[in-house]
């Protein structure tokens, strides 16, 4: 029987259906409900991804940490049982403290005691502009929802300090730069047979781009996502400007430099639309990290968001990057990158992947690549 008593979060005025706190308005077993943070050196020395997430109707909550510096990526992942504290943001020796929402953060590793020269790390993370929405997210496959995500995103600055390899680094703002992104609803999760919908709309290609920018007294959001014949299913360039109504740019277009042999871009122009003074952003690629190394993004085979692995389990690895990983060219990457826009220069996050068929950048299918 279930246990139906009020959750701490039950006390607010919060609630948007008829039910606990506690329970979620779908019974889809892939509703979640989680966050990113970036935390990256302005001269693509390190970066730093942080996440926390909360699968309701798995009763499971993970987290996890990776960082990469030169050609290593070190990860700390931790998974365990939903309990009742939503306002408790903290897995195995990884938290995330809301001091004021949607403006100041603490993101925190506690070291491993049989590893004191393992990744460890105390961060506060400060918006610099208000949040922004992203466009909403919805994806099908044949007549069924697979996806339908609400999405927020902002960028800020960083300072405290991050541990590794027994060397201490000091995080200040003028150096260190952020982003996040908020999001939840429903998206797949491993576990589940997708039937004869999956079997009768295979995945042709997928071609994505995330990329929220800091540009000193601005902020730039653009965002694209087509399917394998370059039909955009999701779009959007804004430029938020405090104090001013934010400005939408158009329809982007990207030009990107794959490095040869690979879909792993090294650098690219995205055309931004604005019809009264058409702009490009410049984009330069400092370092790079695949989501599906370290940080549970599909299509890992060595951890997975959601996946119950028991209780207070706790993983810590380090990944050669040197080495070849083949599951990390199917996944999504993180780059962070340095960005001209207007005369402008600022840092960011070119989060993308293409993967499959891409008739607009001359990929023909899984195993094509750039020439």
């Known amino acids: 029987m279930a246990d139906d008593r009020p959750v701490p979060l039950d006390e607010y ?3 948007q259906v008829p039910l606990s706190m506690k329970h979620v ?5 892939n509703a979640y409900d989680r966050c990113i943070f970036h935390v990256l050196d302005r001269e693509g020395r390190a970066l730093l991804i942080v996440g926390l997430g909360v699968y309701p109707n798995l009763g499971v909550t993970d987290a996890y940490a990776t960082l990469r510096i030169d050609d290593t990526l070190h990860a700390v992942r931790a998974s365990d049982a939903l309990g009742d504290d939503r306002m408790r943001l903290a897995v195995g020796p990884l938290r995330i403290g809301v001091l004021r929402p949607l403006q100041d953060f603490r993101l925190t590793c506690d ?3 049989d590893d004191p020269d393992g990744l460890s790390f105390d961060i506060g993370w400060t918006a610099s502009f208000p949040a922004l929405w992203e466009p909403h997210h919805q994806q099908r496959r044949g007549d069924r929802l697979t996806l339908e995500g609400k999405r927020f995103v902002q960028a800020g600055r960083c300072h405290g300090v991050l541990r590794i390899g027994g060397t201490e ?9 952020g982003t996040r992104d908020r999001s939840w609803g429903v998206r797949p999760i491993p576990g589940e047979e997708g039937g004869r919908l999956a079997e009768d709309h295979p995945t042709e290609g997928f071609h994505w781009i995330w990329c929220p920018v800091h540009l000193g007294d601005r902020f730039l959001m653009v965002i694209v996502q087509e399917d394998a014949d370059g039909y955009r299913t999701l779009n959007d360039a804004t430029l938020v400007r405090p104090g001013r109504r934010d400005r939408q740019l158009g329809w982007p277009q990207a030009e990107i430099t794959y490095r040869p042999g690979t879909r792993h871009p090294e650098r690219a122009l995205v055309h931004l639309g604005d019809p009264r003074k058409p702009q490009e952003l410049e984009v330069e690629i400092l370092t790079s990290s695949p989501l599906a190394l370290g940080a549970g993004y599909p299509p890992a085979d060595d951890w997975q ?3 119950w692995r028991g209780p207070g389990w706790t993983d810590r690895r ?3 990057l040197t080495e070849p990983h083949p599951l990390a060219a199917y996944g999504v990457t993180d780059h962070a990158a340095r ?3 207007d005369g402008r220069t600022g840092h960011g996050i070119f989060e993308h992947g293409s993967f499959g068929r891409h008739d607009p950048s001359g990929f023909t299918g899984f195993d094509s690549v750039a020439g």
């Open 169 to 177: 680094i000091q995080l200040t703002p003028d150096h260190w730069a």
């Open 339 to 341: 960005f001209r826009l």
């Open 13 to 15: 005025p919060v609630h």
């Open 318 to 320: 380090t990944y050669d």
């Open 111 to 113: 070291p491993d005691p």
């Open 305 to 307: 968001h959601g996946t």
């Open 25 to 29: 308005a779908t019974g889809d077993r």
